[in-house]
């Protein structure tokens, strides 16, 4: 089997080095000369993934003509560049299976919108889950959902993006595991807040769980089905991503609950924190679909430069509600 990979960061890294040592032929897309050359010459990303050997067989390139013919393409560009990237793609019928977490500005759609915008012949997949790079890529115990319309083209690809440390649980709910990764992004910005502001603890387990309240409210108006959100892909990543300062979306709320600012944390990272750019859009989604997301609220406040504590001070001044409301 032949994947292509588009995206030479750290996740399509990882996952170019999974199927690799699966016996996959891998051709590895990316943007960036120095990764090309790094992983053709040393066998390491050493702008993305430093310190990780890579199997020598992954090839990278920065010809994205050269993966015409593959049996699937695993799309790992950041969201908000996935549709331009996939534009200058040749994917034909080939199958995509989506890996972003994110929501597009501007059009307010999903990557798999985006990308069935832009090929309408291509099937697609969704692979999310609590999966840092780092870990896979170092062959650490990891599971994920793997969704896709097409029950049997999605636990064909289930199978074949499998490993033994590396579970791929099939699911037909595409929606559902997009919206899990795109919105647990913005929540764990907001629990690196409290992490960052000396909140404690308990502030930041009501944070998890209210925050799922409100992944689950916008999820269930989308068309995502509960299960789903209650899964891998949803509450499995949202705690990952709320506990660790791994998580780039969590270390760059960790700098806001200590005050900095956003345009200052974000300017001299060269790695993609999604929450930053899905919030904003995120929030109007929300609003279009008439759902109360306080925390997602929030966090955009906190971008936009909101002291912490105006913010918390209004989180909590909110009237007292049933908890299932
Ligand atoms: N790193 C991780 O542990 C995981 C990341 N993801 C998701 O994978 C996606 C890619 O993230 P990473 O691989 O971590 O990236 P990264 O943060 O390691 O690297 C940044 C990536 O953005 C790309 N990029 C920057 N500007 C671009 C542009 N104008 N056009 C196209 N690409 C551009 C770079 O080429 C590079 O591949 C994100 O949606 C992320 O949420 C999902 C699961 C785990
Ligand atoms: O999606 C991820 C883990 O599942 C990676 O999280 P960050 O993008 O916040 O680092």
Known sequence: ????????????????????????????????????????ATHENALFLAGVALSPTIRATDDLAALAGMDAILVVAPAQHVGSVLAAAPVGRIPLVLCAKGIEAGSKRLVG????????????????????????????????????EDAELGE????????????TYASTDVAGAEIGGAVKNVLAIGCGVVEGAGLGQNARAALIARGFAEMTRFGLARGARAETLAGLSGLGDLVLTCSSPSSRNFSLGVGLGRGDSAAALLSD?????????????LREAARDAGVDMPITEAVC?????????????????????????
Do not use: Y
């Open 156 to 167: 064909r690809l289930a199978a074949r993006l499998a490993a033994r440390h590396f579970r």
């Open 1 to 40: 089997m032949k994947i292509g990979v588009i995206g030479g960061g750290a996740w399509g890294t990882a996952l170019a080095q999974v199927a690799a040592h699966e016996g996959r032929e891998v051709i590895l897309w990316a943007r960036e000369p120095a990764v090309v050359d790094s992983i053709n």
């Open 113 to 148: 919108e985006v990308a069935r915008a832009v090929h309408p012949d291509a099937p697609i997949a969704v692979l999310s889950g609590p999966t840092f790079a780092h870990e896979v890529a170092a062959g650490l115990p990891t599971a994920v959902t793997l969704a896709c």
């Open 301 to 325: 406040r906190l971008l936009e430069g909101a002291p912490v504590s105006d913010v918390i001070g209004d989180l909590l001044a909110r009237p007292l509600k049933g908890e299932a409301g």
């Open 269 to 281: 990272r060269r790695t993609v924190a999604e929450g930053a750019f899905t919030a904003p859009v």
